[in-house]
């Protein structure tokens, strides 16, 4: 037997470990520390799942060994620095093959191994001293403590079960283990009082817990939690009151939308009393993140975070201990919650006084879309609503922090050249500027089409039903709720035969009004997606066919939220007789006006405020022609390109007709059988195709 096997013979032991070594995996820290009462632990972070190791204890040199094969060691440190009563070096070394850990001992000690995610920790446990014989008669052990004083459950806002637990001291040893639907915290050598012995039924909460016993394990107490469904639980400890949080396991979309809040490294954490600032020096390590505790972060903590973030780590571990943190490029800085709002408040009022001192400067800024005077109005506004009452850190007049002016700034306006003035500091022209780049935008334009066309009834019943070619169906607003579908190859387009296929047209015709139009004389509308070329092939056929015809097809372009007016009609003229003045005309419009003001939504639609009037000529009366009116009001919201189609506006027109033989027709009674009367009733609609378009760059060069 050679020499290297006999050194290794005396004490060696392999370390297993549920992980399988990955190809590419590397070191990418080492942290050690000392942890109350427990020994001393060595954690081992690496990049991916840590590799079985193989672990070697050296009686003769007090040296324990920890080889991780095919690991590569990113951390740039041969030793590091860190001594105690159980450790006096920790050194690294690495080749192509392995990165091997050597921890010299002050003593052999035994020793304990675990993986939390990408982490292996080492724990080297505390050394028990050997009991010395003595003459004097053995005394007996005392009792286990009653170290827990209450046990209580609640319900967050988040929905969790949270366990609390009140300690008489907060370094009594706890260990938290999940065994498949339960949590089993144990209390070494502290049972629980009888008084608190019992069985807590909280279904009733709504939360993942359902049970939670409360029992003595010989001396030491038990409190054993049962859980629903699948579930996360972390607990963590603030002096002697001790929190285990479980909540409902989320799914991958609800953990998706927790990675936007936290978005560090996962980690475990498993602490017994740890001290503060060596968690945060951990977390530090861990994130790579530069963090700068103040003197006054002092005490410890017990953790049992398992894979959260690190940053989500962080955030609990201060809300714990009433901590607060302020980053400052990639420096957090950690300091308790009522010195960071003492801090905040010097800050304000040192700002407050820069702004009083600050010198003033003039500024001219000429607006490209934006109305000078309307921004005038806008910042003078905040300025108005800012300075009415004093700053209540500062004690002085000047609260001009929501403000776009200070006290002392002004603001005034070039009208002929829409150019705005600023007299004053520089930080607050600096935020004026950088609001105006928001403000002064070209306003998004609209172009409004509408189709004007005056049909037979006999049309009007065979569009209202035919607004459709080829195929596609599909809903349709209108006052019925009805549904155009299938294909319709109707006898209005019957002349045009490039449309006498069973072939499907892309963008067809979709809209069914029924009998809305034909039999009630209110005003209708519908909506119309479809390609300018078959509205305008339906309505050539109607032309064609002696139906009807286009009264007038105005095109207008207005802004978002500008109201743009299209009118076409009559002016009547009527005498007035006024005293001395005599006799005077007067026109009354009979018109067909359209108001559309459209607005412009963030998902590109479109929403048109219709206001449409048709006025015609109606009865002579005594004072003249009489107006019949028509109007519809109405809020539509469609696609862009889509078109709004109105109707129901109608023309009534009657004449009678007596053609008679001479004499012979004028002969009471008889002259009936010489006389010829025609009655002639004819019915006309008017109907309205508008079509709203939002114009972007490319259309306004193009039209």
């Known amino acids: 037997m050679n020499s290297i096997s006999r050194r290794f013979l005396l004490s ?122 003595v003459s004097t008669p053995q005394a007996v052990l005392p009792s286990a403590a009653q170290g827990i004083s209450n046990i209580g459950f609640q319900r967050n806002d988040k929905g969790d079960g949270q366990i609390i637990v009140d300690l008489s001291n907060p370094k009594i040893p706890v260990d938290i283990q999940q065994r498949n639907n339960k949590i089993i915290a144990r209390f070494t050598g502290n049972k629980v009082p009888l008084y608190l012995a019992r069985r807590l039924n909280v279904n009733d909460f709504a939360t993942p817990v359902s049970i939670v016993d409360s029992f003595n394990d010989g001396n030491n107490g038990v409190i054993e939690i049962q859980a629903n469904d699948s579930f996360d639980y972390m607990a963590y400890q603030a002096d002697n009151k001790l929190t285990i949080n479980v909540s409902k396991k989320l799914d991958p979309t609800q953990r998706a939308m927790q990675a936007t809040k936290y978005s560090g490294k996962k980690i475990s954490l498993d602490f017994q009393d740890i001290e503060i600032r060596r968690v945060l020096q951990l977390l530090a390590d861990f994130s790579g993140e530069n963090i700068v505790a103040a003197d006054n972060v002092q005490g410890n903590i017990t953790l049992h975070l398992k894979d959260v973030p690190a940053d989500q780590a962080l955030a609990l571990i201060l809300q714990t201990k009433n901590l607060d943190q302020r980053r400052t490029g990639n420096v957090i800085w950690i300091a308790p919650t009522s010195d960071m709002i003492k801090r905040d408040e010097d800050q304000a009022k040192l700002y407050a006084q820069s702004i009083k001192l600050a010198p003033l400067q003039t500024e001219y800024i000429q607006l490209n879309y934006a109305k000078a005077s309307d921004i005038q109005k806008l910042i003078s506004a905040t300025k108005k609503s800012g300075g009415e009452s004093k700053d209540a850190l500062s004690g002085s007049d000047d609260n001009s922090g929501g403000s776009l002016l200070s006290p002392r700034g002004t603001i005034s306006v070039d009208d002929r050249t829409n150019t705005i003035i600023i007299n004053d500091t520089a930080t607050k022209i600096t935020q004026i500027q950088q609001l105006l780049k928001q403000l002064d935008i070209p306003v998004k334009q609209v172009m409004v089409e509408a189709r004007i066309v005056r049909a037979s009834t006999d049309f009007s019943k065979s569009i209202g039903v035919k607004w459709g070619v080829a195929g596609r169906s599909g809903s349709v607003t209108d006052g019925t709720n009805t549904r155009s579908t299938g294909t319709l190859i109707g006898s209005s387009i019957a002349n045009v035969s490039s449309l006498r296929t069973s072939s499907t047209v892309s963008n067809n015709l979709n809209v069914d009004l029924g009998s809305t139009l034909s039999n009630s004389p209110s005003i209708a509308f519908g909506l119309l997606n479809t390609a300018d070329s078959l509205l305008n092939l339906e309505l050539s056929a109607l032309q064609s066919d002696g139906l009807g015809e286009v009264l007038s097809t105005p095109k207008v372009m207005t802004g978002d939220k500008q109201e743009a007016i299209i009118k076409s009609g009559a002016k009547i003229p009527y005498a007035t007789t006024s005293g001395n003045s005599g006799t005077t005309t007067t026109f009354q419009d009979a018109v067909l006006e359209l108001k559309v003001t459209p607005s412009i939504t963030p998902d590109g639609k479109v929403q048109m405020k219709l206001n449409i009037s048709k006025d015609t000529l109606g009865l002579l009366t005594d004072a003249g022609y009489a107006i019949d009116t028509n109007t519809l009001q109405t809020n539509v919201l469609v696609n862009n390109g889509e078109t709004v189609v109105l109707g129901g506006l109608y023309e009534n027109s009657t004449s009678n007709n007596v053609s008679k033989v001479p004499l012979l027709g004028d002969i009471p009674g008889l002259g009936n059988l010489f006389k010829n009367r025609t009655r002639t009733e004819q019915k006309r609609e008017l109907l309205i195709f508008i079509t709203p378009r939002i114009v972007n760059d490319t259309f306004s060069r193009n039209h």
């Open 12 to 133: 060696a032991t392999v370390v297993a470990i549920m992980q399988t070594a990955q190809a590419g995996v590397a070191v990418t820290g080492i942290v050690p520390m000392q942890v109350a009462n427990q020994g001393t632990e060595i954690r081992i972070m690496f990049n991916g799942l840590p590799p079985q190791p193989k672990a070697y204890q050296v009686q003769q040199s007090s040296q324990l060994i920890l080889d991780f094969p095919e690991t590569t060691n990113t951390t740039t440190q041969s030793q590091i620095p860190f001594s105690n009563d159980q450790v006096s070096a920790i050194n690294v070394s690495s080749d192509n093959a392995r990165t091997r850990l050597s921890i010299d001992l002050k003593q052999n000690s035994k020793f304990s191994t675990r993986v939390e995610g990408n982490t292996y920790i080492l724990r080297v446990l505390p050394t028990t001293s050997p009991v010395q014989q």
